[in-house]
């Protein structure tokens, strides 16, 4: 595994790979980028089906994060990591102290935080090894209500920018994984009269979101070629590629999901095609906004409007895409590697 070559390939500034044989602790923290500030970006817990690609989830996901708290304008780096292995397993405490011990060695650099495969009580497992950690309970807690509330209004947003109008009553949505995320941008949807289409691979989820919200189940291969207005990928990444994008039936894509492009070039394939995409770091960006704000001090109210305002954020990054001829992700990057150019270029006037 060529590790400083993946590194440069994609500007990472460190990699830290830790293993704790007590509990069989394997981890991954990358830090992709620290001009804005400290690197921050959730642990996810998966059973990969070798190192190679967890290391190249772990550095995608950092990078991304980096744009994404550019575009959102928080005073943050980007990073992530990630532990090797079953997250099903029950007995979690040492495994997540040894992570919160890899995550205190950094000093701050990095910031962790819940993404898949963790949880608060997870959390606070890490919280016993380092001040490191945001998404703890007592304090922000559970991002994805914020993270679903900041889907829903970037929804609203394409839907501005496709039909000129951006109610959702009666659109036909289609959402792709229902955990936290998802369940809570249905809650949303479901609220403003919008007509839903789920799936997920565990039927529970699926049967309570038909039950709450009168939803119509589909099986996870069949949601791709559902004739709906809208489709919401809140599950893992990849989603959106050369052999799905012939069979989509909707004018946008928007859902909580990250990496949703299999490839940039994806993004060309969906404008080709009229479909307008919602740039996924951009749309997502609430989970983000939620943790900051218990670093910032915010209210859970001051962070919930933060993340609504997702909605003027695609509203801007769809006129620079049109402007400047490019895509919808390309626009979103300019607009984010410029807010990090800029402050680079910043020098402190005064230093104690």
Request: charged share 25%; aromatic share 6%; with cysteine.
């Amino acid at each position: 595994m060529e590790v400083f070559r993946q590194m440069a390939k994609r500007e990472h500034e460190q990699v830290l790979f830790t293993h704790e044989q007590t509990s069989g602790y394997r981890g991954i923290i990358a830090i992709h980028d620290t001009t804005l500030g400290p690197a921050l970006g959730g642990c996810r817990f998966w059973d990969y089906a070798s190192e190679e690609e967890a290391l190249i989830d772990v550095l995608r996901l950092a990078r991304a994060m980096t744009y994404k708290a550019a575009v959102a304008g928080l005073n943050l780096g980007g990073g992530k990591s990630v532990i090797i292995g079953d997250n099903r397993v029950t007995r979690r405490e040492m495994i997540f102290r040894a992570h919160g011990r890899a995550v205190e060695s950094l000093k701050g650099r990095y910031i962790t935080a819940e993404d898949v495969g963790t949880s608060v009580e997870d959390m606070d497992y890490v919280h016993m090894e380092t001040e490191y950690v945001v998404g703890i309970a007592g304090r922000s807690g559970d991002p994805s209500p914020v993270t679903a509330y900041g889907v829903y209004r970037g929804m609203k947003a394409c839907a501005l920018k496709r039909y000129g109008d951006d109610s959702l009553k009666d659109k036909r949505v289609a959402v792709r994984g229902l955990g936290h995320v998802g369940y809570h941008l249905c809650e949303n949807l479901a609220a403003e009269g919008a007509r839903l289409i789920v799936t997920d691979i565990n039927e529970e989820k699926v049967a309570r979101v038909v039950e709450d919200f009168s939803a119509e189940a589909v099986s996870p291969d069949a949601i791709i070629e559902v004739d709906a207005d809208i489709f919401a990928p809140c599950a893992l990444g990849a989603i959106i590629n050369s052999e799905s994008i012939p069979k989509l039936r909707v004018d946008i894509i928007a859902g909580g999901a990250n990496n949703q492009l299999e490839t940039p070039e994806d993004n060309m394939a969906l404008l080709e095609r009229g479909i307008l995409y919602a740039p996924d770091y951009v749309i997502n960006a609430g989970g983000l906004i939620s943790v900051y704000s218990e670093l910032a001090g915010w209210s859970p109210d001051r962070s919930k409007r933060k993340a609504g305002e997702i909605y003027e954020t695609l509203l801007a990054i769809f006129k620079v895409a049109e402007e400047q001829k490019m895509t919808s992700a390309e626009a979103a990057n300019h607009i984010a590697e410029r807010r990090i150019e800029l402050t680079g270029k910043l020098h402190r006037s005064w230093i104690r």
